[in-house]
């Protein structure tokens, strides 16, 4: 019940905003097609790349966070191949949830699709400093390395989490590059605070909560 009405005040919300989204009736909230393009030629994103620690209060569009997580841990087409490289061609081994003060999300990269989560607000839980609350939206990077693993149940865990963190280093600098292109501020953030909160993600015993990048507008 709770879920349907948070769906439903989060359809009505984003309904508002530009590039409107459509809830669906399993559960997921559809994010608009991706942009064909930034707008920005790569070298000059690749120049005015930078963290910024300060965010307007304006909402954002739905169009710039669903670009931005296309670009996080997308698919280049449907069923096609992922933004992000990935070590042994097995599936992505991170997750990106979005949580806002609509509630906490979980992006599915394979439909480009919101999955709700939970009605809370992490934003404040997330991280230690405070200036990421203040961000319209947190995405959130939880890693699970264990399908790395493969038929080789020995290989140590070090080893696999390099593979983890080198497409996790590929993400950050996407969703840093998008924020270049699309005049969008956001910062990666290592300094996390790994509370109960995380309990609200329902994670597995082995995902590892590494991450987050407050997104937004940055001040005038
Ligand atoms: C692995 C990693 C962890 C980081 N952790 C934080 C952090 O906890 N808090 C923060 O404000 N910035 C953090 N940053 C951002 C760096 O401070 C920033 O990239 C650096 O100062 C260079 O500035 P620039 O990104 O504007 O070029 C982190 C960056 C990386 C790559």
């Not at 042994?88 to 509630?103: H, L």
């Not at 934003?123 to 080789?152: C, H, M, S, T």
């Not at 953030?189 to 937004?216: R, T, V």
Request: negative net charge; proline residues 5%; glycine residues 8%.
């Amino acid at each position: 019940m709770m879920k349907a009405f948070s769906l439903l005040l989060l359809s009505l919300f984003f309904w508002m905003m530009p590039g409107a989204a459509s809830a669906q009736s399993d559960g997921k909230l559809e994010l608009p097609a991706v942009s064909e393009l930034s707008g920005t030629d790569l070298f000059e994103a690749v120049r005015q790349r930078q963290s910024l620690r300060a965010f307007s209060e304006k909402e954002l569009s739905l169009q710039d966070l669903g670009d931005a997580l296309w670009a996080a841990a997308g698919v280049k087409t449907p069923g096609g191949k992922w933004v992000i490289p990935f070590a042994r061609r097995t599936d992505p081994t991170f997750r990106v949830y979005v949580t806002g003060k609509e509630g906490t999300y979980l992006y599915n990269g394979a439909e480009h699709v919101l999955e709700f989560v939970n009605e809370r607000d992490l934003r404040a839980a997330v991280a230690l400093q405070d200036f990421v609350a203040e961000a319209p939206v947190v995405l959130i990077y939880v890693a699970n390395p264990e399908p790395l693993r493969g038929k080789d149940a020995s290989r140590p865990l070090p080893e696999l989490l390099y593979s983890v963190y080198l497409s996790c280093g590929a993400s950050m600098q996407d969703v840093y590059l998008t924020a270049a292109a699309r005049g969008l501020a956001t910062c990666y953030i290592g300094s996390i605070n790994s509370g109960e909160w995380l309990k609200s993600l329902n994670l597995a015993e082995d995902d590892i909560y590494f991450g987050a990048m407050p997104l937004g507008y940055p001040v005038e």
